[in-house]
């Protein structure tokens, strides 16, 4: 009887089964660390680009630290602030997150250097009182370390999940390291009010238009007999008033660099580019709607890719607006070395603004789809319908604000549009469910009503507190970290 075969090679199969399942091991550890090491990465390019473009120029050292850390600042922006476009289409199913990924970072890249703006003041948005801090190394310590507290608070708020205001965190760290550097005089703080007065204004005004716009569609397109039809006559109007919108939007908030135009010109502007948008979407929306159901999912259909449109034009404004906030202090810095002094006004050099515009795209891709999520499914449900009224309450409201002379947050607009919307279904669940006699009987226990909430407290929670607290944090981070490179300077 033939003996059966041994296998020689057990004690090797079993190594080379536990180098498999180390390598499985190492590769599933170090897959959270990609992310931080590409943005590393990014930072230690950035350095170096400055480094190369600097030579050998005096103070070449702080011009390199300080465009590392606002490369630093731009990935969080991107990583922080983008998910307030890209968030309600993904949410509603218009985009994958994939699309939406590729489609900010394109767009932040083209409107942070097609329209990104020229000038900023040095003493970003008038927050520090002009001469104040006369010496531009104490200056330049300040500028430091408002950006460096900003990029930090940003961070751990993203870490959070709260999606908050890159432009009041760069203000609360320039008052930190102002007040520390000159003293409380040195601070505008009716300017600052007025910012104080914006974590009010911002969202509410964002959340009443939105839920003005979703009970209009409720009204004249959802609940009606004819849905199809309704959607024929309102959904070009629809789209007329959002081109005529986001034209007058990016005209006074995201082309400064091409044309300078007052908020008339403005206005006249997005009245002309509504009215065509109109007069070429009805025989498209007419196109798009044959043999489709008269049913609400269709109207889904309709919306999407207007909404795809307007998160892609928000990005936009949004690199051509917010991109100052990773590039000023830096240019800010670049100028005092180079000239010597402090100006009321500077240049952004081009390098600068390259290191901002692909900053953001970077964390965009890099740490965006955590907040992006949050923005779009975890507040509230949304659709395409929904999310269209979002996107059309944030360019509105800016256009309000800015006829008002209202200081307004882009990321607070977006976020209590969202709020908005998701509160007001919730009371015209109630309503509806009131005047059909759904609660007659049986009453609901209130722990039952609480689980039927359409909007999700403990977020609602988690954002205010990041709002109220974003000045004060930043400002805090910033005075103690100028205390530190001041201490090392000196």
């Known amino acids: 009887m033939a003996t059966p075969p041994v296998n020689q090679w057990?004690?090797?199969?079993?190594?080379?089964?536990?180098?498999?399942?180390?390598?499985?091991?190492?590769?599933?550890?170090?897959?959270?660390?990609?992310?931080?090491?590409?943005?590393?990465?990014?930072?230690?390019?950035?350095?170096?680009?400055?480094?190369l473009l600097m030579g050998s120029q005096p103070g070449n050292i702080i011009v390199i630290a300080a465009a590392a850390i606002g490369a630093y600042m731009a990935l969080?922006?991107?990583?922080?602030?983008?998910?307030?476009?890209?968030?309600?289409?993904?949410g509603a199913n218009a985009l994958t997150l994939g699309g939406a990924l590729?489609?900010?970072?394109?767009?932040?890249?083209?409107?942070a250097l097609v329209a990104g703006g020229d000038v900023v003041?040095?003493?970003?948005?008038?927050?520090?009182?002009?001469?104040?801090?006369?010496?531009?190394?104490?200056?330049?310590?300040?500028?430091?370390?408002?950006?460096?507290?900003?990029?930090?608070?940003?961070?751990?708020?993203?870490?959070?999940?709260?999606?908050?205001?890159?432009?009041?965190?760069?203000?609360?760290?320039?008052?930190?390291?102002?007040?520390?550097?000159?003293?409380?005089?040195?601070?505008?703080?009716?300017?600052?009010?007025?910012?104080?007065?914006?974590?009010?204004?911002?969202?509410?005004?964002?959340?009443?238009?939105?839920?003005?716009f979703l009970a209009f569609i409720k009204a004249k397109i959802i609940y009606v007999e004819d849905k199809l039809g309704a959607a024929r006559r309102w959904v070009p109007v629809l789209i007329g008033i959002m081109a005529g919108a986001f034209a007058a939007y990016l005209a006074v908030k995201g082309l400064k660099k091409i044309v300078d135009v007052t908020l008339g010109q403005a206005m006249l502007l997005g009245l002309a580019v509504g009215f065509v948008s109109w007069a070429v979407s009805v025989p498209l929306v007419r196109r798009q709607a044959e043999g489709l159901e008269?049913?609400?999912?269709?109207?889904?259909?309709?919306?999407?890719?207007?909404?795809?449109?307007?998160?892609?034009?928000?990005?936009f404004a949004h690199g051509a607006n917010d991109v100052a906030n990773a590039v000023g202090p830096l240019a800010a810095i670049?100028?005092?070395?180079?000239?010597?002094?402090?100006?009321?006004?500077?240049?952004?050099?081009?390098?600068?603004?390259?290191?901002?515009?692909?900053?953001?795209?970077?964390?965009?891709?890099?740490?965006?789809?955590?907040?992006?999520?949050?923005?779009?499914?975890?507040?509230?449900k949304l659709n395409p319908m929904r999310a269209y009224c979002v996107a059309l309450s944030a360019a509105i409201t800016v256009i309000v604000a800015s006829w008002l002379g209202l200081p307004v947050s882009s990321t607070h607009i977006a976020v209590g549009a969202i709020f908005g919307v998701g509160f007001y279904r919730e009371w015209h669940a109630e309503r509806r469910a009131r005047l059909l006699g759904l609660e007659k009987g049986k009453p609901v226990p209130p722990e039952e009503r609480s689980r039927r909430l359409l909007v999700r407290r403990s977020h609602m929670l988690t954002v205010a507190a990041a709002w109220v607290i974003t000045v004060p944090a930043s400002a805090g981070l910033s005075a103690l970290l100028y205390v530190v490179i001041n201490g090392l300077a000196g």
């Open 10 to 51: 057990k004690t090797l199969d079993k190594d080379l089964k536990r180098i498999g399942l180390l390598e499985e091991a190492t590769i599933f550890v170090s897959r959270p660390l990609i992310a931080p090491g590409i943005g590393l990465a990014f930072i230690v390019l950035a350095g170096i680009a400055a480094a």
């Open 334 to 380: 670049v100028h005092a070395v180079e000239a010597g002094d402090i100006g009321d006004k500077v240049g952004i050099p081009l390098w600068v603004m390259v290191v901002g515009a692909l900053g953001i795209s970077v964390g965009l891709i890099l740490f965006g789809p955590k907040l992006i999520r949050l923005v779009g499914s975890e507040i509230t």
């Open 294 to 315: 008269n049913r609400k999912k269709s109207l889904k259909k309709l919306f999407a890719l207007p909404l795809v449109v307007s998160a892609a034009l928000l990005s």
């Open 76 to 90: 969080n922006i991107g990583a922080n602030d983008v998910a307030n476009n890209m968030g309600p289409a993904v």
């Open 102 to 111: 590729i489609i900010a970072a394109v767009f932040e890249t083209a409107g």
């Open 121 to 212: 003041k040095t003493v970003s948005t008038g927050i520090l009182a002009p001469g104040t801090v006369s010496d531009s190394a104490h200056f330049i310590w300040a500028m430091m370390s408002a950006l460096l507290a900003a990029a930090l608070w940003l961070n751990l708020a993203t870490a959070l999940g709260a999606p908050v205001s890159t432009t009041h965190s760069i203000v609360g760290g320039v008052v930190g390291a102002g007040i520390v550097a000159a003293g409380f005089g040195a601070v505008n703080w009716g300017a600052l009010g007025t910012i104080a007065l914006s974590w009010v204004v911002s969202p509410v005004l964002g959340g009443v238009i939105a839920a003005v």
